[in-house]
């Protein structure tokens, strides 16, 4: 049996992240930089018990069953090198800590800036994927943040393995072993306390599917980044490109159907549908791709087998597959309509070469992403120039969409007056 | 008695605001100002009727017996004309909405970049100032935010009466009543269902005491800005210029005890202790404060009749009034370990001349604001150079420390392509 330690009293674990969240920020860029290194170096010279770990992991899966999708997400034994390979790549990333912006002096001699620091402690709920370990301990320790992981239950061992593994680098370093603490019981109620414990934890990110979003923002009293739910849309309207248009359709739908950045809905502009719905059924029909259409669509589908009529609830599904809802449209404010009313404010895009068309849409639809001319695939913190992601947000406050290392850090103000005082 | 609308489904009122939120989004900036100088305009030609509702708050304010401090709150006819100025100005100040930001095109030709868009509907929970219903209304409008608020109970007819004025101006000028809605109702359980507003309601201000605050934390699956509890500390060491030090101590206790970034606590290095205490204690005892001193201090206080040893509870107290606490420490770091102790994150200075320990105080000190020789009384939006504000945040997502008009936006992605889809 695994042991059951770290979870007797939760107050007293976040009380530890919090007295290592302090420690922290004694570090500079190189210390933290030279920690991650050791991190990366102590799993690849561990890496027989932690793959022994997880083969164990993996076998009490396959006991219970577990479908083969989430054996492969479980399985660390081709990924290792990869993670420790991640480790080292932030550790060369730009360091968000210390940046000094809004600089002024203000009329009566006040200098004032505000200056980026850490958040403090993070809170991570995350799911089957034992490389989020690392990547997340990685995050927080480059942006002097402690963290408290709960991971999935099935993932329990290798999680151990990888977190003992980097406590042990962490101290050989000189840092605070408690910068990473993993919840090592898997009892839900843990998470249930952990989501309390606002004296100590500053921010909660889940990682995982709309019901742990939902149980986090209902039971936190800690800020939660609430996201990863993406029913996305591109509108085509009869300025487009429509050899583009069909190309962008196909990777925002096949490129990787399971994750949240992938397309769900297109909306056609009735003058063009005779031109672009048969095209997209015919070519996405060759990579699999199942079609619900409306009845105007479903009049221009030429009887294929891979088509049914959409179903009441169906523009409201994030299909996770190879699935296409395509819904013909009078004009862009039908299109607009739709995508307010169905959309989760993710990532949406307009096909379009009217310029008119492309800044209304860019005003009109309000989601974390909006796209002209490109696959919504590419909201995706390594697409769009952050380096590392910790997690995408479809909330609105603090951070939205991607998030990158500057998006664990807050600011404080800084006034240095010579004997200021108000008048 | 005063009517009871607008309360019955919260559900639906949230809607109609969210619905409002949408529309705003199509009025530029002119538009916008053009509103706001209207509800000036109008409340300047409603300003009888309002001031007839305003003096029957008063009046059952005396009736139950509301201190002098509370009926001055209330208190309209002297304010009125202040309040439609502020509106003004509020017009005149640069509109954050529609600032693009982090442009920057991709080594594969995306263009990308960040705009400035509105949070979308607003709650704000408040107590018995009625000039707030109409700063927060301006505000609100100014980023073309929807705003729902509810006031306290001693001033509804009040809030009412500028309420529908707004209302009215706002119909004037083609711009949607709903933008600002206020809840009629007093009943508390409105407030619990406000919280959970998730779906039309993006970000909670509540602004008053303690309770308030805690209370939204722990009922709301909206994100909550909390804030307005600060139990400020200045540290004064053995290098200060001690007349500026004492002329610091002085106006962050006296120009304004009432208030969030008034001082708190008083600490004062050893070695300059029989200079500093004596000097503080007579300076403000011309202003009438009352002290609260450890033992080190209570013997240099040369038995002066204002001070009193400090309880074990004091140092965690938020005075809010003329009461000092005075403690000695023997050097910076057990002053920074007072502060992390027993501040609350808000406002916290250095009194030094020594540029090491100065910069050791901003490093250490996590607080939303962090002084070098000046006096707290500076954490003020109008005082920072935000023109207005509308909460001060001591939690660290989003926004900390006075927030402006720039923090009641959020982001979006924009990302224009050429037929960009992902390899």
Chains 1, 2 share one sequence.
């Not at 320790?141 to 962490?170: F, H, M, P, Q, W």
């Not at 079609?291 to 049914?308: E, I, K, P, T, Y």
Request: with cysteine.
């Amino acid at each position: 049996m695994v042991a059951q330690i770290d979870t007797v009293d939760m107050q007293a674990l976040g009380q530890r992240a919090k007295t290592a969240s302090s420690a922290l920020r004694q570090f500079d860029t190189a210390a933290k930089n030279d920690a991650l290194r050791a991190i990366a170096d102590a799993i690849d010279a561990n890496s027989a018990a932690i793959l022994a770990a997880n083969a164990a992991d993996m076998e009490d899966g396959r006991a219970a069953g577990l479908t083969s999708a989430l054996l492969d997400r479980l399985n660390l034994a081709k990924r290792l090198a990869g993670v420790t390979a991640d480790v080292r790549r932030v550790a060369e990333l730009p360091d968000p800590v210390g940046i000094e912006f809004e600089q002024q002096t203000l009329p009566n001699g006040l200098q004032i800036r505000k200056r980026r620091v850490p958040v403090g402690v993070l809170g991570v709920i995350y799911e089957s994927r034992p490389n989020v370990t690392v990547d997340v301990a990685a995050l927080a320790l480059k942006t002097s943040n402690a963290v408290i992981l709960r991971g999935g239950s099935e993932t329990l061992r290798s999680n151990i393995a990888l977190v003992d593994t980097i406590k042990e680098a962490l101290t050989s370093v000189g840092f605070p072993a408690d910068a990473v603490v993993l919840i090592r019981d898997q009892d839900r109620r843990y998470v249930a306390e952990l989501l309390k414990l606002s004296d100590t934890v500053d921010m909660i990110i889940p990682r995982g599917g709309n019901r742990l979003h939902t149980f986090c923002r209902e039971n936190s009293t800690i800020p939660v980044i609430t996201g990863g739910i993406g029913i996305c849309h591109l509108y085509v309207d009869d300025t487009a490109d429509l050899d583009a248009a069909v190309n962008i359709v196909q990777n925002a739908k096949v490129q990787r159907p399971s994750v949240c950045n992938a397309l769900d809905t297109l909306l056609v502009q009735e003058s063009i549908a005779d031109q672009v719905v048969p095209r997209v059924i015919e070519r996405l029909a060759q990579d699999g791709v199942q079609f619900r259409l409306d009845g105007r669509a479903m009049a221009l589908a030429n009887g294929s087998d891979n088509v049914q009529p959409a179903g009441e609830g169906d523009w409201d599904i994030e299909w996770l597959d190879l699935i296409l809802g395509i819904r013909v449209v009078p004009d862009l404010s039908a299109a607009i309509q739709h995508i307010q009313t169905h959309g989760t404010a993710h990532s949406d895009g307009i096909l379009t070469s009217d310029p008119a068309s492309m800044e209304r849409f860019l005003n009109e639809i309000d989601s974390a992403a909006v796209y002209v001319n490109a696959s919504t695939r590419f909201t995706d913190g390594s697409q769009l120039g952050l380096g590392a992601e910790i997690a995408i947000s479809t909330q609105k406050l603090h951070a939205r969409g991607p998030m990158g290392l500057a998006e664990l850090t807050t600011y404080k103000w800084i006034i240095i007056g010579e004997g200021h005082v108000r008048p």
